[in-house]
C-alpha cells in the first residue's frame, strides 16, 4: 500500500488552531477548577500553568498516537493514512 500525502500547509494550520483551541478549553477549565478566572480571562501560575503544560502535551500525544489524530487533523483532513 502506498501511503497518502497531506499539504504541509494543512498540518500547520491544525497545530495552531488545535493549540490555541487547547489554550482556551484546557486553561479556561484548569482556570474554572482553581479559582484563577479573571476578568478578562485567566490567569495560570505555579502548579495549575504546569498542569495546563501537561494536559496540552497529553491532549497532543494521545490523540495521535491511540485517536488517529487531534480534532483539527481530522477536520481539515490532516491524517496520513497508511
Do not use: Q
Amino acid at each position: 500500500m502506498s501511503e497518502t500525502y497531506v499539504a504541509s500547509w494543512r498540518i500547520i494550520l491544525a497545530f495552531l488552531l488545535d493549540f490555541i483551541t487547547g489554550f482556551v478549553v484546557i486553561g479556561w477549565l484548569i482556570a474554572w477548577a482553581t479559582g484563577s478566572l479573571t476578568e478578562g480571562g485567566f490567569s495560570l501560575n505555579g502548579g495549575p500553568a504546569l498542569l495546563f503544560f501537561a494536559l496540552l502535551i497529553g491532549y497532543f500525544v494521545v490523540f495521535n498516537r491511540y485517536l488517529g489524530g487531534t480534532i483539527w487533523k481530522r477536520i481539515l483532513g490532516a491524517v496520513r493514512r497508511r
